[in-house]
């Protein structure tokens, strides 16, 4: 995935990043195009997921013509001002998302004064929580593992709980536990308020991704 440390490449960071995803929200395995991946969701708003690792204007341009079911969501290796001259009229543009990656390593995880740290696994996934001292949740996150890389999702601060170093403390937990589990490099997509915090603990922008959806 990487040439160098801090270097990723874009097709085998989606890829790993797709894969991962489906095990962070026990969805079936993505399938194979010659785009990147399929994956079928089922559900009335995520009825099927279609994720382009390698941009190509051709090829991404026959690919949205074809769909027109609601609740198709793209993902997009590529920027918004490359991809939604190519999208018919019924596709949404959702807000600005990103790729990311890290090289892992061991970072002390100790949950601040006044919230308790909890961690479990279950298969190849584990979830971290840290919750105040009357249990209220303040702070949670997940990670799946496989061949070597760690899938990061659904990394979340509660809004009473922000500006703390809460979710420094979820995601070096996370990396812990998933160098323990023999994986070397984490991936995830960020939002861009979530780009802001991976950046600051040693993330690297991979590729702006380009989501969405026909409602």
């Not at 949205?64 to 018919?88: F, I, N």
């Not at 979830?127 to 659904?154: I, K, M, Y």
């Not at 160098?179 to 861009?192: K, Y």
Request: with cysteine; charged share 20%; glycine share 8%.
């Amino acid at each position: 995935m990487s040439k160098t440390p801090g270097v990723f490449d874009v097709v085998p960071t989606a890829t790993a990043w797709t894969k991962g995803w489906t095990l962070t929200r026990d969805k079936a395995s993505p399938v194979s195009q010659s785009y990147g991946y399929k994956i079928d969701l089922g559900l009335p708003d995520h009825l099927e997921r279609h994720v382009v690792v390698a941009y190509d204007a051709g090829i991404l341009r026959e690919l949205t013509s074809k769909l027109h079911a609601s609740g198709t969501w793209l993902k997009v290796c590529a920027s918004p001002k490359e991809v939604t001259p190519l999208l018919h009229e019924n596709w949404q543009v959702q807000a600005p998302e990103y790729l990311m990656a890290v090289a892992l390593r061991n970072i002390a995880a100790v949950a601040p004064d006044g919230y308790r740290l909890s961690q479990c696994t279950s298969g190849a996934v584990s979830d971290v929580e840290l919750r105040d001292l009357d249990g209220q949740l303040a702070a949670r996150g997940r990670v799946a593992h496989s061949e070597g890389v760690a899938t990061f999702d659904q990394i979340v601060t509660e809004p009473a709980h922000q500006r703390k170093g809460l979710g420094r403390v979820v995601m070096a937990t996370l990396a812990n536990l998933s160098i323990a589990r023999e994986a070397s490099v984490g991936v995830l997509v960020a939002t861009e308020q979530g780009r802001a915090l991976y950046q600051a603990i040693g993330w690297t922008l991979v590729s702006p991704v380009t989501a969405a959806v026909i409602a």
